[in-house]
């Protein structure tokens, strides 16, 4: 197997990995501080797609767009919030579960109703279109390689944020001991709808930037708030520093799965049979990724609440 | 003198750098009631937890009837004859009274794997239920939800659940918690009882309950057990009531 | 306000009735949605042991609803090929008889709630939905990528399967069926929910650690439930499939076990009809609001959302005038 293919790959499973991390985060953060799941975070996402593409179709501009996306998904988030999350922080996991997936349902035929089943476009910029040339001669989109920087900028600047400032001491605070922040004066309340629109924020941009190199249509959120469930699942619900490392685990072996899988069966199987359990396998790969990281430890990597 | 039914051999256990049990061996001998007492963070619910199966200890040995149970589990243990009642209750909310003695019944028969007939008509269980039930005066609350209970109608549910198990010892973790004067005469009067049927090692802050009841008692402090005998030894102890006056109760 | 018990009646009486009347009156398409109303219910009283008596939250019950459904699929299509399922080490051929069809897909169905319930019960909470979730998305894509079973496009069946003695091809008698099939499960989680092992199992939901302490090991307790509501909800896959002729990866989908979830919300968590009346309203919301709009998944997140938030006891809680909560 040629090295520049594996490298390329590794690549691809990074970008993929890094953008599933901007979901993870939100929604780990949301679980962690607020004890919430939120099935609608892959409405953010979409809702963040189909604002980055209508600003861009306006204006031309993809900055704008992606400002765009991560104001629209994050005032759609703080609305979700105050309307219905905020009711829902001291029920139980399945009320919390079918409640959002009623937000899904809302969120996605809503969007249908204004934009119709057809998806839209967006396109990258030229400025980040076309191949660029890596050591070694191997030639990779620029726009994917964008990705991965802006991505782990961000996966950096959250960091930083959580571990640096006074509101990523409180959301620290938050995640161990609500009745603590409460009696130190926080206005926990205004803190959570920061939290949930940070998170939301996040899924706006995600879905934006995947937009230009996927299309832009309803439902396509759901597929990656799933993997991104996965992914907080396998790095501990909570954990930042699991969902970076998870959502980077899992956008490698899908990646990795799919290519290489097929390529190894035919090793000891008729071509026509390897091609197929192997991308059989491959689709499954990540779950069964899960399965065995939660057999060894069934609070996932970094977590610790069950 | 007899066997111990229940033994516990230099028990260790601690956190980081923090002792919970600190060398702990004491005896449940039949017969008699055995009190723990202790100030708070003492490590009584620590001792209890390793007796019950819910943790491990670092070092020493439990015995129960003579046979050594220390990596047995919890399940392992209550069916080897453990009866235990939970200082914050531990009951079905949403269910009846004899529902809940009720599976301290199924528990005793041994085997939850029968799905068609209706609990309420196997007079068998009924009737290990019921029995309880009366033994402890709650009968004329049967039907009523235990959420619906008073406190202390509650802590005497705990009681009849463990009853329904004729356990080989109990383990009670402070029984008279937030009982009120009458509710503790009440219960200790029926404790005085149930001595003969099986030992009891009792967990207890109700001074006055422990010493009506205790045939021996040890003070636990610090993890350590700085005394162990009866009542008149340990009011005169010098040592506990340093340790107790040095805490300032 | 009305009694539980006789709304009980009431609505199984109601769904016997109204097909047998639009048998009469020539109207076979009511006759179809009332059976796939009894269809869903019995895949949402399936979940429902578990999810309401055992309070195992599973997002990945279609996992068995999927399985069931190409049970029928795979064996019916070798029927009709003439094909054998297998040949070596023994011949397996296909079959069109649906009591063996129903069997396999029971089976096959607990094989793997058994292994999906022994992985998943390792954990609780959050992560047992995620990793239920998570196996159903696994078969999801499994079904998409294999593809000599139709892969994304499905399998079809030409004609219904067969039941001795019975004519399936008339709407009405497959719909007997399935509401006779669908009596004896209600009637079956009945005397589960009164026998010492519904006892049992409604402790291990409240105090897990009470259970243990007399004895009895909850996780066990919760296993089995897993198996028994997997079972059930193969079945109905089965027969799902055998309503419409026709099996895809859509049986294996998130939303799929989302659905059979809000069924039993709808109606209401742990109530003996409560799943019954949740898929009851689910398929007449779908028929009506669907003939007026497009978009009448709106109307039915605006009306989960609402009995989430106000209404905890779904609707039969409304009609009873009863709640009951949940942890």
Not at chain 1, 230 to 239: A, E, F, L, N, Q
Not at chain 2, 124 to 153: D, F, K, P, Y
Request: charged residues 10%; proline residues 4%.
């Amino acid at each position: 197997m040629p090295t520049i293919l594996i490298i390329e790959q590794i690549l691809n499973g990074l970008q993929f990995g890094i953008m599933l991390f901007l979901m993870a985060a939100g929604l780990t953060l949301i679980f962690g501080v607020m004890g919430l799941i939120n099935l609608a975070h892959g409405s953010l996402y979409m809702i963040g797609a189909f604002a980055a593409a209508t600003v861009a179709g306006l204006t031309g501009s993809f900055v704008l767009a992606l400002i765009a996306a991560m104001a629209a998904a994050a005032i759609a988030g703080v609305l979700v919030e105050m309307l219905v999350i905020r009711r829902l922080y001291s029920t139980n996991h399945l009320d919390q579960v079918l409640a959002t997936f009623a937000l899904i349902l809302i969120f996605s035929e809503g969007t249908r109703l204004i934009f119709g089943s057809f998806p839209l476009f967006l396109n990258i910029p030229d400025y980040f279109s076309g191949p660029v040339t890596l050591l070694g001669g191997i030639e990779y989109p620029l726009y994917r390689l964008v990705l991965i920087f802006v991505g782990l900028a961000v996966a950096g600047a959250l960091g930083l944020l959580i571990n640096g400032t006074r509101i990523g001491i409180q959301i620290r605070a938050g995640k161990n001991d609500r009745e603590m922040i409460a009696a130190l004066g926080v206005d926990i309340s205004k803190l959570y709808t920061l939290v949930f629109a940070l998170g939301a924020a996040l899924a706006g941009l995600s879905g934006a930037l995947v937009g230009a190199i996927q299309s832009v249509q309803v439902g396509m959120g759901e597929p990656v708030l799933i993997l991104a469930f996965v992914v907080i699942v396998i790095g501990g619900i909570g954990s930042i520093k699991g969902a970076l490392i998870g959502a980077l685990l899992v956008g490698l072996t899908d990646t990795l799965g799919g290519v290489f899988l097929p390529e190894i069966f035919k090793l000891f199987m008729e071509p026509n049979a390897a091609q197929t359990s192997g991308s059989a396998l491959a689709s499954m790969a990540i779950y069964i990724l899960m399965g065995f990281v939660l057999i060894w430890r069934p609070t996932g990597l970094f977590g610790t609440r069950l | 003198m007899t066997d111990p039914i229940l033994a516990t051999h230099n028990l260790h256990k601690s956190f980081a750098a923090l002792k919970a049990t600190d060398d702990v061996s004491i005896n449940l001998y039949p017969g008699e009631i055995h009190a723990i007492i202790g100030p708070n963070g003492a490590g009584k619910s620590t001792l209890i937890s390793q007796i019950c199966g819910e943790l491990k200890p670092n070092s020493g040995r439990i015995e129960l009837l003579g046979q050594d149970v220390t990596l047995a589990n919890t399940l392992a243990r209550a069916k080897a004859g453990i009866g235990r009642t939970f200082q914050i209750s531990a009951l079905a909310m949403e269910d009846t009274v004899l529902q809940n003695v009720m599976l301290g019944a199924i528990g005793a028969c041994g085997s939850p794997w029968r799905f068609f007939k209706p609990i309420l008509s196997d007079t068998r269980l009924r009737n290990i239920a019921i029995e309880a039930l009366v033994r402890v005066g709650l009968q004329s609350q049967m039907s009523t939800l235990t959420s619906e209970l008073s406190h202390g109608q509650r802590r005497q549910l705990e009681v009849a659940v463990a009853l329904t198990l004729k356990p080989k010892a109990f383990i009670m973790d402070e029984p008279m918690a937030g009982l009120g004067a009458e509710g503790s005469k009440v219960l200790t009067k029926f404790l005085d009882n149930l001595r003969g049927e099986a030992p009891i090692l009792l967990v207890e802050h109700d001074m006055n309950a422990v010493f009506a009841l205790a045939d021996r008692i040890s003070v636990l402090v610090y993890g350590k057990i700085i005394e162990t005998g009866t009542v008149a030894t340990i009011r005169s102890s010098k040592a506990v009531r340093e340790a107790y006056l040095g805490d300032g109760e | 306000m009305i009694r539980e018990r006789n709304l009980n009646a009431l609505v199984l009486i109601l769904l016997f009735t109204v097909p047998i009347w639009a048998f009469f009156n020539d109207q076979p398409f009511t006759i179809t949605l009332a059976t796939r109303a009894v269809i869903f219910a019995l895949a949402a009283v399936g979940l429902n042991i578990c999810l309401g008596l055992g309070g195992l939250v599973s997002f990945g019950h279609a996992v068995f609803f999927g399985i069931g459904g190409y049970a029928m699929g795979i064996l019916a299509h070798h029927a009709q090929t003439y094909t054998p399922l297998m040949e070596a080490p023994f011949l397996i051929e296909g079959t069109k008889s649906m009591p063996v069809i129903w069997l396999v897909a029971m089976i096959t169905s607990a094989f793997a709630a058994l292994f999906i319930g022994m992985l998943s019960l390792r954990t609780a909470g959050v992560y047992f939905i995620m990793i239920t979730l998570a196996f159903g998305q696994m078969l999801y894509f499994f079904s998409i990528s294999w593809t000599s079973y139709g892969g994304e496009d499905g399998l079809s069946i030409y004609v219904r399967n067969e039941f001795p003695g019975i004519n399936t091809l008339v709407p009405v008698n497959f719909f007997i069926i399935c509401f006779v099939i669908l009596c004896l499960v209600v009637a079956l989680n009945a005397f589960i929910k009164k026998s010492p092992f519904g006892l049992a199992l409604n402790s291990a939901r409240q105090v897990p650690q009470r259970v243990l302490t007399v004895g009895l090991n909850p996780t066990h307790l919760k296993l089995v439930a897993f198996v028994i509501s997997g079972v059930i909800t193969g079945l109905a896959g089965a027969l799902f499939a055998d309503l419409n002729r026709f099996v895809s990866p859509t049986m294996f989908s998130w939303q799929t076990s989302g659905e059979i979830m809000i069924f039993i919300i709808l109606g209401g968590v742990a109530r003996l009809c409560g799943p019954i009346i949740g898929a009851v309203t689910f398929v007449m919301l779908e028929h009506f609001l669907g003939g007026i709009s497009d978009f009448w998944h709106i109307y039915l997140g605006i009306l989960l959302l609402v009995i989430v938030l106000f209404a905890p006891g779904g609707l039969v809680g409304l009609i009873t005038g009863r709640g009951i909560s949940h942890d």
